[in-house]
């Protein structure tokens, strides 16, 4: 990777500032920005408090008449503009990622270009928003159902994945004539300042897109008096379940709609007939990705008895080649991970549970780094059995048959990703039919995402759908009716 060139405004020692009516607006109030991969700080964030939430929400209202009237081809080159900015500053937003978050180049361009092709899918997708006219019952009537865009829509993103999980929560409501703010991470802001930026430079009117970030003691009033707003209409959320359900708490209150991509706990499911290979790499991929830090990663390896030897032995020989081995250290966001991480192991092994893969006594280089780890002989009474490592661990179980299989694919109060591995597409499609689960793919790994498909889950994984199909999330309908 080429050295790249930094914006001026994020150039180090700099403040990262939010972008309100699509100025830079730097704020007094600051928070830390650390470099998990150095362990230390890497730079401040300008501090959103309720007067700025206010001050972007009054922004995006201000710009919403005209942009909704704007003509979807406007909309679209806008949209492509972007999508191509995205990939002129490639080099400097991998390396934002890169410092904010740990991840790998590798992993941050593939971030990248998921957010490059869902902007260019949507952009196709702009002019095809249409009314209907159903035939009614009584003569001489008639009618027309619109649909319309809601306003001001908030979206919410996390830290680990901006360039596709902050760009779709903004770039598909402004495809319906909606206007927008991102409240982004504060783990990651730079990212997320990074697409703003992006936007505004391909000519995204001002106020359209407004990028705020605030300090965690902050992040309950600010996100409250986001919700709340008369003038937002509608919010997404993408995070874990235990603030998903505190954020639909208070939209409920405001009887405001929400979409909630939450946490998982995604099973990849092995059987008898699967190429044993193929399978252990989606399940050493899909496990320790980005250090396991993806909602949709696997967590519970489940593989039928018949082949349960060869699959070990070939799960631990590919992750000896894709990471090293597992005394490979893996750098998670902050050390309250790794910490989690070790305790479900621990709690495992105080309960019968035997390390298949990994060691936990290794030394670490700092406390945001860890091995991978994979766990046999887990129970129910486990707190790994049920909890969200969102980490550097997995579960691997044993099963008798396609049913005790999906069974325990189901067992859990999530229900977000799945795979299956088997050389029947018949059989696969079966077991992935039963299992309760917003994705399920067959021979590839939990962690797949493309701009044509609906994303969510179900159960504790959230409602409502992302994807460049579902505009209609955006859009509210308006019947009108008139007789002769």
């Known amino acids: 990777?080429?050295?790249?060139?930094?914006?001026?405004?994020?150039?180090?020692?700099?403040?990262?500032?939010?972008?309100?009516?699509?100025?830079?607006?730097?704020?007094?109030?600051?928070?830390?920005?650390?470099?998990?991969?150095?362990?230390?700080?890497?730079?401040?964030?300008?501090?959103?408090?309720?007067?700025?939430?206010?001050?972007?929400?009054?922004?995006?209202?201000?710009?919403?008449?005209?942009?909704?009237?704007?003509?979807?081809?406007?909309?679209?080159?806008?949209?492509?503009?972007?999508?191509?900015?995205?990939?002129?500053?490639?080099?400097?937003?991998?390396?934002?990622?890169?410092?904010?978050?740990?991840?790998?180049?590798?992993?941050?361009?593939?971030?990248?270009?998921?957010?490059?092709?869902?902007?260019?899918?949507?952009?196709?997708?702009?002019?095809?928003?249409?009314?209907?006219?159903?035939?009614?019952?009584?003569?001489?009537?008639?009618?027309?159902?619109?649909?319309?865009?809601?306003?001001?829509?908030?979206?919410?993103a996390p830290w680990n994945a901006p360039y596709i999980l902050g760009t779709r929560a903004v770039a598909l409501p402004l495809a319906a004539g909606n206007t927008t703010i991102l409240k982004g991470s504060e783990l990651s802001p730079k990212c997320f300042w990074a697409i703003g930026d992006a936007f505004r430079q391909a000519g995204l009117p001002d106020g359209c897109l407004n990028v705020i970030y605030s300090q965690p003691s902050d992040a309950p009033e600010v996100t409250t008096a986001l919700i709340a707003h008369p003038a937002v209409r509608k919010l997404s959320f993408t995070g874990s379940t235990i603030i998903g359900r505190k954020v639909a708490l208070i939209a409920a209150q405001h009887i405001k709609p929400v979409i909630l991509e939450l946490g998982g706990k995604a099973p990849t499911v092995v059987l008898d007939d699967a190429d044993i290979e193929k399978a252990a790499l989606g399940a050493t991929l899909g496990s320790f990705i980005h250090t396991g830090q993806v909602c949709m990663?696997?967590?519970?390896?489940?593989?039928?008895?018949?082949?349960?030897?060869?699959?070990?032995?070939?799960?631990?020989?590919?992750?000896?080649?894709?990471?090293?081995?597992?005394?490979?250290?893996?750098?998670?966001?902050?050390?309250?991970?790794?910490?989690?991480?070790?305790?479900?192991?621990?709690?495992?092994?105080?309960?019968?549970?035997?390390?298949?893969?990994?060691d936990l006594d290794m030394q670490a280089t700092s406390d945001t780094r860890m091995g991978a780890v994979v766990v046999e002989n887990v129970t129910e009474d486990m707190d790994i059995y049920k909890t969200e490592s969102f980490g550097p661990t997995a579960s691997l179980f044993v099963v008798d048959s396609d049913e005790e299989a999906i069974k325990l694919a189901n067992d859990t109060e999530y229900g977000l990703s799945a795979s299956v591995y088997t050389e029947s597409l018949a059989r696969g499609l079966n077991v992935a039919k039963k299992i309760d689960s917003g994705a399920v793919h067959i021979n590839s790994m939990t962690v797949h995402d493309e701009a044509a498909l609906p994303h969510g889950g179900v159960k504790s994984s959230g409602y409502g759908r992302f994807g460049t199909n579902m505009l209609d999330e955006f859009l509210w309908t308006k019947s009108v009716t008139w007789v002769e």
């Open 1 to 156: 990777m080429t050295t790249p060139t930094i914006s001026e405004a994020v150039a180090p020692g700099a403040t990262v500032p939010l972008i309100i009516g699509n100025k830079d607006v730097t704020k007094s109030k600051t928070f830390d920005v650390n470099n998990p991969g150095k362990g230390c700080v890497e730079h401040q964030c300008s501090a959103a408090v309720v007067e700025d939430a206010t001050l972007a929400i009054q922004s995006a209202e201000a710009a919403f008449p005209a942009w909704s009237s704007t003509k979807p081809a406007t909309r679209r080159d806008i949209l492509l503009k972007t999508a191509d900015i995205f990939l002129a500053r490639k080099d400097e937003f991998v390396g934002y990622m890169c410092e904010e978050t740990g991840s790998q180049a590798e992993f941050a361009e593939f971030i990248l270009m998921l957010g490059v092709n869902l902007l260019k899918d949507v952009a196709g997708k702009v002019s095809g928003i249409e009314a209907t006219s159903p035939t009614l019952v009584q003569e001489g009537t008639g009618a027309l159902v619109y649909k319309q865009p809601y306003g001001v829509v908030l979206g919410i």
């Open 297 to 358: 990663c696997t967590e519970r390896i489940i593989v039928h008895r018949n082949i349960a030897d060869k699959f070990r032995d070939a799960l631990k020989a590919t992750i000896n080649n894709v990471l090293g081995g597992p005394s490979t250290q893996l750098v998670a966001i902050n050390p309250a991970a790794i910490s989690k991480n070790k305790e479900l192991v621990q709690d495992a092994i105080s309960k019968g549970g035997k390390v298949l893969i990994g």
